[in-house]
């Protein structure tokens, strides 16, 4: 099974066929914007319109039509120009603003501008102030209506008294929450809490929603009957009723009693009361469930609601929905909400709710407890929806404004445009994307890390988590998590489980609920019919694994099928039994075997419950969950190389992770490639005619990485849609290439590798193997002071014309010079404070002019440590129509490129979470060779393995080399497995190219990969050790191959020539060099800055900070006698001597 590319095939090892494509990575970013400017920034207009003033008798209506061109101009500026110019990639919003007088019936509209709204790229992120960035989606609590166990069973503590709480959370508006205690030889009561105020009886509230005697003769006392305790006979609530029965008995008298405990202090009237109540739950304006609440309310209380005139007599149901009583006096009439107004509560939601935790207590069969860490009680907030509310916050801001001036202006004067003020609004729009904690500069280190920030979820954030509140459960793997959440790839450190990323094939639905897809079984028989869930809708199929065994029609191999099948949260019966046992276990699925028949669904891809990244690792299933998680977020951390290559053991989502969320250039149809160089590629599409796109060449990214594209196609080529043109940084041949592949030897070098340090070949710095380019950008303004204005020049006080020579005229150092730490990169100079001059100072100053004035040099200098070459300057002046801030007359930005080759410090790592510091680079002559010569390149310690349990390095290594020499055919049984591999590259120079390509290119995909020895797991392909047993020679002076069909082979002592005692793991393994580099860590300094206060040096590279020798270390050198480097310490080499 091959997956064929323009020009790369893998050998695939996967045995199992994939029917459902994957979404695009993107799509999370991409849907969730559009949607916003379709729909929900006209939802935000409608939402506040009319403003009417105080009287009602003026009003404005703004009205946006996402389908009127006139409201939504193009931006000013291309998305490329904007990252020059360092401005905000936006377009403006205009509105149709409808102004009305209805004393007069004067109506008078005009287009009113709304601001400037950032506009989302075709890459799924924003370019604010020239700078790219990510908005992340945030994981919230869901608005509804939540059943939990009491603080007795949550926090298992026998002495608490909680045994249920319910809570309905709107999204905007007061929390009503109920709950049921039980104190030791006390009765049992139901409580309710208004607002998070003081607890009251259940019964108040139930008769100021409308179910009282006036209303309901009778229903209270049926209401008590109903609910009976374990017993079956005895009323749960009947000691509570009877104490109760009498304290205000009738709506009005419950009304106030809740208004008295919302707002003590108040002089309690039957109006404020009814007023207090009516708006906090009735009233669209400050109580909103949203659309998700709506939903999620339905959702659990549909049944229940549904049983209420069954149990308590007819017409309780109704009440609320589309009850209203005509009476004369309008403050009598009972409390009801609009039944038009879905987003409001409604009385007989409020009793249900009630019902529902009361059944819960009395332990009524088909009532389950929620779990709040649930993915169905867990949603996302997307970069849609988080603008949104922001326009929201800044519209009603806005409507105040609106108000207060018409009262002051004069109506007959008044017109839209002198209404509306648009301040509000851009300044929460701006305040969001520069200071929000989910608006970040997008991690730009290399392609796979811009992917992951786009597709992370966040728990942090407003309206979130903090992170010191955050307990254990928040954190950890839910099994709602399933396809929907990475159980794998989160930080390590403070805020592990708090943020984690989105699955492979996950998507996010309207309600921000995370679903995923599941193929449908049919009478024993999987389909190519496929559906999306989400979390509370899988629970209730039974759902087979995605490497289940499946024969070609589609039927079942097995007679018995592992299945799961999550339950809901426990019931109160069961908690009650696991705090009398003391033995606890969080809710689970349930994992059994059933007939074929039985099974519903099947997962779609073993990876669909990874994330993209750990989508990466080869043999995912043969590393420690740990480890992995290090390997998954260090290949966010893989600087890209001068030469890249494509690992020859990946998993099949290198193409995928490349085409969705790196800068390649793909063909949009079928057509021709006209011209090609290495700025530009022209090319010649059927039916949208000629194209030309621009390479970005050596652009610094965000991470100061090199952003560099390279064409891949030759003039005269023909081209097929989705075809590659041209490679961006980090890819080969529209493949992920994170890193190289490194012939590797797993044994001890003289102690050089103790602890995770790695021994390198001189080869890999000679030929440039793991070189990489960095960029960096340093500014200068010239502004104006109190003194005058700077000046940039080349006429620097102080400095010699050597310092000077590679400035031009203006001060500005030339493209292409080499400049190394101090070196002057653009001459600037600042007027000094003057004293009084005089008379013969002035006398010289008339004659000579200004050139005696007094200036400092104040120069851009290159910082300590840093050093490269100047590839690009740009200069912008006020003068000749630069946009620059306020009191900027000039702006100079150079880039400064630094070619890093590998270098002792650096840290390396594998895909398996391997990582370690070089420690020694020896010469190509020293490191162990192989029988026909060939050196190794990497000696890793072999005490790295076993108690890492990351196996998986090993067994990429292995395979690693069966890939670069190919196999020869496989016999298993009288099956014939074909050869595979081109005749590779042999020879001990051609091995040792900067890139040798491998005789095949390998995928195994996480969970469907290729076996060691399982034969009966292997299905259709070999295992690895069958290959090895058939491998091709890897030398030409030998007729068989020099390894074992262990994986292991006789390495010889590159100094002394002689073989080492015992043979030796050898293998390829893709090895990525991290952007933690020593150039950026290492820091040396004699004197330097003094803190202000304490006039002690200052800490830090970044301050060009010293050493502190501080007290602890003087004990340590006084204890161990080292009298005289203790003395030295203190004095000589102290900054204080």
Known sequence: MASKSNNRERFSFGSLQENVEMPNLLDVQKVSFENFLKVGLAETFKDISPIED???????????????????PEPKFTVEECRQKGHTYQRSILVRARFSNRSTGELREQLVFMGDFPMMTEKGTFIVNGTERVVVSQLVRSPGVIFEAGERYRLRNLSKHQLVKGTVHPQRGE?????????????VTAGTRVARKRRMGVFTLLRAIGYDEANFPGFLDRFVEHFKENDGVTPLLADQWDKERDISPTQDEALVEIYKRARPGEPPSLESARAYFKNAFFDSKRYDL??????????????????????????????????????DDPAKRPIESDPEDGNVLRPNEILAAVTYMLHLVSQTPGYRLDDQDHFANRRIRSVGELIQNQVRIGLSRMERVVRERMTTQDPESITPVTLVNIRPVSAAIKEFFGTSQLSQLMDQVNPLSGITHRRRLSALGPGGLSRERAGFEVRDVHFSHYGRMCPIETPEGPNIGLIGALSTYARINNYGFIETPYLKVENGKVTKKFEYMPADEEEKYVVAQANTAVNADGTFRDSKILVRQSPQAASLADLKRMLEAESFFGATTDIKMVPPNEVQLIDVSPKQIVSVATALIPFLEHDDANRALMGANMQRQAVPLVRTEAPYVGTGMERKAASDGADLILAKEEGEVTEVSGAQITVQYKTIGKWVYQLLKFRRSNHNTCVNQIPRVVEGQKLKKGDLIADGPSTDNGELALGKNLLVAFMPWEGYNFEDAIILSERLVRDDVLTSIHIHEYTVDARDTKLGPEEITRDIPNLSDDILRDLDERGVIRVGAEVGPGDVLVGKVTPKGETELTPEERLLRAIFGEKAREVRDTSLKVPHGESGKVIHVSMLDRNEGGELAPGVNQMVKVLVAQKRKISVGDKLAGRHGNKGVISKILPQADMPYMADGTPVDIILNPLGVPSRMNVGQVLEAHLGYAARWGWNGVSRNGVEFGAVGEAALRGTESKTLANTPPATFIATPVFDGAKWDEVDQSGDQPTIVEIF????PESAHFDAPMIKSTGKMSLFNGRTGEKYDNDITVGYMYILKLSHMVDDKIHARSTGPY????????????????????EMEVWALEAYGAAYCLQELLTIKSDDV
């Open 54 to 72: 105080f009287h009602g008798n003026l009003s404005l209506e703004l009205e946006y039509d996402p389908l009127d061109e006139d409201l939504f």
């Open 175 to 187: 929390w009503l929450e109920f709950d049921v205690e039980h104190k030791p030889g006390k009765y």
């Open 290 to 327: 949203s659309r998700v609440g709506r939903y999620k309310i339905d959702r659990k209380l549909g049944d229940e609601l549904a049983k209420l005139d069954e149990f308590f007599g007819k017409g309780v149901r109704k009440h609320g929905e589309f009850f209203k009583v005509k009476l």
């Open 1029 to 1032: 047993e058939n491998l091709k």
């Open 1091 to 1110: 803190s202000m206060i304490t006039q002690q040096p200052l800490g830090g590279k970044a301050q060009f900070g010293g050493q502190r020798f501080g």
